[in-house]
C-alpha cells in the first residue's frame, strides 16, 4: 500500500502521529510512504505519484477539493473537514475539559480561567471546563488571543504588542490563587513568561496547565509546565488502520474521538489552593502521603479535626470527600508508573498505595472507565499492541 502523508515534521503531536503510523505500519506491512507538505503545491505533487491513500494535518479547502477529485481515501489529524468521503481522527475536546477540571478541583482551587487561541476561541473543551467548574458552583474567565510567541518579548508588531498587553492585563485581573486552562502548551509556556514578567508566582498563585504533552515545550517552561497528554500514538496508530480499511477494504468514512491520557503533573500545578486551611492541610498530607496505606487513618489526627467536620468542609470547599481526594492521588501515582516504568502490575499496586492489584484494577475501573493494562497500553508506545 502507498501511503502520502501531508503534515508538518515538527511539534509533539505530529510527531507522537507519525510515531502511532510507524507502530501499525512497521514491521509487518510492506506500505511505502510519500511525504509532502500540506499545501496546494505539496499536494498536488503528491498526487503525481497516485498514493492509495493519503493522511493530512492542516489541509485546507484548496487541498481538500484536490484530493476528493483524485478521488482518493483521505483521513485528517485534528476536526472533521464538513466534506463527504473524508475520515478523520481527533481529540475528545470535551473529555479534556472534564479530565482538567476534576484536576483542578482536587487541589482545592476556586477560580478558573481557560486561555484560548482564535482557532479554537471556545471550543468544546472550554465549554466542558466551564460546565464541569459550574456544577459545582465556579465560574470561569476566558481570554481569546492568537498572542502565542516563544516568548513574549519578542513581539514586535503592533496587534501582537496589543494582544499580549490585554493578556497581561486578563492575568493580573484572575483572582489568586486561580487555576488557568491552556489551549496548548506553546500557549501556556507563553503565559508562564508573562507571569514572570509581571511577578506573578507559577503555580502559587496562578497554576497553569497546557494540552498536548509536548515535552520540549513544557521542559523550556519555568516552572516545568504540568499538561494534558493527548492520545497522539494511538491517533496515529488508529487513524492509519481507518485509511486501510477505507483503500483497500471500501469501509466508510469514520469520525472518530480519542479521549486524553491523564494530566501529567510538572512544576507548574504543584501547589494546593483550597481556602479553607483544614482542607488545605489535608490535601497536602494526602498527596504527600498518598502511598501510605494508613494515610486516610492518620488523617484526622494529623489535622486535629472530627471525621465529620472535615468531611463536611470538603463537600463545601472542592465538591468531594477526604476518601475521594486519597484515591485521586493514588491513581495520579498508579498513572505515573505505568506511563513511566516497566515495572509489573504488582509493584505498580503497592507503590500506588492499593496493596494489591486487585484494588488497583477495581479503582481503575470505576473512576477511569478502563483496565490498568489498557491505560498503558495507550499511554507507552513500547507497549503498543493492536487496539
Known sequence: ?????????????????????AAYARPSKPWVFTWESPSVSG???????????????????????LIQRAQIPLVCFGEAPTSPGVGSVDNDESAIGKMAAGYFMGR?????????????????????????????????????TSATPSHPSYASTGSLTRELEELRSW?????????????????????????????????????????DNDVPVCALAAPSLSSV??????????????????????????????????????????AIAAGDPSVARALIHLQANATDE?????????IGCSRRTLERKFRESIGISPAQAWLRFRLEEAERLLAESELGMENVA????????????????????????????????SFRVPL
Do not use: W
Open 43 to 65: 499536494i498536488e505533487r503528491l498526487l503525481q505519484v497516485t498514493p492509495d491513500g493519503i493522511l493530512g494535518k492542516h489541509l485546507d479547502a484548496k487541498c481538500l477539493g
Open 1 to 21: 500500500m502507498h501511503v502520502g502523508l501531508a503534515m508538518d515534521r515538527r511539534g509533539g503531536p505530529s510527531e507522537m502521529f507519525l510515531r502511532g503510523i
Open 294 to 302: 494508613n494515610c486516610l487513618r492518620e488523617l484526622f489526627d494529623t
Open 171 to 211: 492575568l493580573l485581573s484572575l483572582p489568586q490563587p486561580a487555576a488557568v486552562l491552556c489551549a496548548s502548551d506553546n500557549a501556556a509556556l507563553s503565559a508562564t513568561e508573562l507571569c514572570r514578567e509581571l511577578g506573578i508566582s507559577v503555580p502559587e498563585q496562578i497554576a497553569l496547565l497546557g494540552v
Open 108 to 144: 482545592g482551587y476556586r477560580h478558573f480561567g481557560y486561555y484560548a487561541t482564535v482557532e479554537g476561541a471556545v471550543d468544546a473543551r472550554c465549554r466542558e471546563f466551564q460546565t464541569a467548574l459550574r456544577k459545582l458552583g465556579h465560574e470561569c474567565q476566558v481570554a481569546v
Open 350 to 381: 503497592y507503590r500506588s498505595g492499593f496493596g494489591k492489584v486487585r484494588q488497583l484494577q477495581v479503582a481503575f475501573r470505576r473512576v477511569l472507565k478502563q483496565t490498568p493494562s489498557h491505560f498503558r497500553r495507550n499511554a507507552v508506545p
Open 229 to 270: 497528554q493527548i492520545a497522539g500514538e494511538r491517533s496515529g496508530y488508529v487513524a492509519a488502520n481507518l485509511l486501510e480499511r477505507m483503500a483497500l477494504e471500501g469501509a466508510p468514512a469514520e469520525h472518530i474521538r480519542l479521549p486524553p491520557i491523564r494530566v501529567v503533573t510538572r512544576r507548574s500545578t504543584e
